[in-house]
């Protein structure tokens, strides 16, 4: 069992930064692939950035590739997403999930454990 729990949400004006914390607390945290994903009203859930277990792989959606970087600090349990020239189109709900497995995964499915996310809002 993985517990997961987002912050760091809040409000930036476009073009503005922030930084995303997930602490992952759990027998198997350190050894599973982590991912964060986002919803905006009226949309489905969406992919934004993954990371395998020990940080050394990495991937996005190409609409936040080179805009946003995902990290990882396993001494702390801790993921990171840092978003960076942030658009009004970046407004959602951002949800870190914890997978069963230890690598990267663009798919829901991968994961079992949720938080409950954290709100971004961009005002243009």
């Known amino acids: 069992q993985v517990q997961v729990v987002e912050s760091g949400g809040g409000l930036v004006q476009a073009g503005g930064s922030l930084r995303l914390s997930c602490a992952a607390s759990?027998?198997?945290?350190?050894?599973?692939?982590m991912g964060w994903f986002r919803q905006a009203p009226g949309k489905e859930r969406e992919f934004v950035a993954a990371?395998?277990?020990?940080?050394?792989?990495?991937y996005y959606a190409s609409s936040v590739k080179g805009r946003f970087t995902i990290s990882r600090d396993n001494a702390k349990n801790t993921v990171y997403l840092q978003m960076n020239s942030l658009k009004p189109e970046d407004a959602a709900v951002y949800y870190c999930?914890?997978?069963?497995?230890?690598?990267?995964?663009?798919?829901?499915?991968?994961?079992?454990?949720w938080g409950q996310g954290t709100q971004v809002t961009v005002s243009s």
């Open positions: 759990g027998r198997t945290a350190s050894r599973s692939g």
């Open positions: 999930a914890a997978a069963r497995g230890s690598d990267t995964y663009y798919n829901t499915v991968h994961y079992d454990y």
């Open positions: 990371i395998n277990w020990s940080g050394f792989n990495t």
